[in-house]
């Protein structure tokens, strides 16, 4: 494939058979490649050695965070079987190519993400800052995503008794309860925003779920006054 793509591929697969038939694809398009079978020894590879990294989101048992922050002016193209937006949730800027795939199109985007890396240095310095702000929005989002559906039910029932005129008494108790820990998820959140930066408060992910919990808290609010009255 040409001179222009003699570039090195950190190449991270526990399972050795997966892992021969990856390096023989990218040895065969003319890429160097360094073949690694555990998280550790990736950590070992000199950064400067490594101009993108192959990886699934984890190596048997162990997450690819470390390798993900460790080489974050590289691209990281994750080839994966777990779901792509849990994937790009957890490794944001990373390149996804579900597993499995047709060989040429792994290949595509291997060279594709690397060339744009090389051809466009002060976008590769950005890599890191933008990062940082995609981690700090997954970790916001992933601390309000699995209570608020379990509260967004909760607060449907609670408004269906209120409407239907039943139980007021028990409802009030446990709309109260509930408005104690969508406070607490608040206080969180307002903790949580402080430590942002001002970009990651801009994303969209966040924004939304700052919205949704806002409107919640309104919502149950108004429950605690319909049962109480």
């Not at 690694?36 to 990736?42: C, D, F, L, M």
Request: aromatic letters at 4%.
């Amino acid at each position: 494939m040409g001179h222009q793509m003699r570039f090195t591929v950190l190449l991270v697969e526990k399972d050795a058979l997966v892992a021969l038939d990856l390096e023989y694809m990218l040895l065969g398009a003319g890429l160097n490649v360094l073949p690694v079978n555990s998280v550790a020894a990736a950590l070992d590879v000199t950064v400067a050695d490594v101009d993108c990294v192959l990886t699934d989101t984890a190596v048997g048992e162990d997450d690819v965070r470390p390798i993900y922050d460790r080489y974050a002016s590289a691209p990281v193209v994750i080839y994966s079987g777990v779901d792509e937006r849990m994937a790009l949730s957890d490794f944001p800027n990373a390149v996804f190519v579900p597993k499995p795939s047709p060989s040429r199109d792994l290949l595509w985007e291997i060279v594709k993400a690397t060339n744009n890396a090389s051809q466009a240095t002060s976008k590769r310095r950005a890599i890191p800052k933008s990062r940082r702000i995609g981690r700090e929005v997954a970790t916001a989002v992933r601390t309000l995503s699995l209570p608020m559906l379990e509260w967004q039910s909760k607060v449907r029932t609670l408004q269906a008794v209120v409407e239907a005129g039943r139980a007021q008494a028990r409802t009030f108790d446990a709309a109260v309860t509930l408005l104690s820990e969508v406070d607490e998820a608040r206080s969180a959140l307002e903790k949580i925003s402080k430590e942002l930066t001002a970009d990651a408060l801009l994303d969209s992910r966040f924004v939304d779920r700052s919205k949704s919990l806002a409107a919640l808290h309104a919502e149950l609010q108004a429950v605690v006054i319909r049962a109480k009255n």
